[in-house]
């Protein structure tokens, strides 16, 4: 999954990794405390809600710093521009068309964005969180 001159996929194998040692761990002390064997696939699916947290965490800093660039306007050779533009770009560019550049330069797709992603972050993955968690305790 290369960005550029940046490959992602060492980074994800990382990570994966990293999830599926979580949810072994968590399994092994959930049995270890008398819980069924089938314990497993809640805590799958609580690791994996945590996973799409994460990710959108990392979504709205993307998009903070989108935001924050668009106002300051720096040079676009700086690396640290091009890495947010070549992050959010792909996520931002559908909606070009419903949404122009604000005033002042405001980048306003990339403020809906993040308002779409602080409301799915609170309210779909929140909600099933709750659901995973009350179903891990009955």
């Known amino acids: 999954f290369p960005l550029g001159a940046i490959d992602l996929s060492p980074i994800l194998v990382i990570i994966l990794v990293q999830r599926v040692g979580m949810v072994i761990g968590e399994w092994l002390i959930q049995i270890g405390l008398g819980q069924p064997v089938t314990i497993i696939l809640p805590l799958l699916a609580l690791n994996l809600i945590r996973l799409l947290d994460s990710i959108a965490w990392i979504l709205m800093i993307i998009m903070v710093a989108r935001l924050i660039i668009s106002l300051v306007n720096p040079s676009p050779y700086n690396v640290l521009v091009q890495i947010i533009y070549g992050l959010s770009e ?39 969180a709750r659901a995973v968690v009350g179903w891990i305790a009955s």
């Open 90 to 128: 792909p996520l931002l560019a559908p909606m070009r068309r419903f949404f122009p550049v604000g005033p002042g330069g405001l980048d306003l797709r990339a403020l809906v964005f993040l308002v779409i992603i602080v409301l799915v972050r609170m309210v779909l993955l929140g909600s099933l």
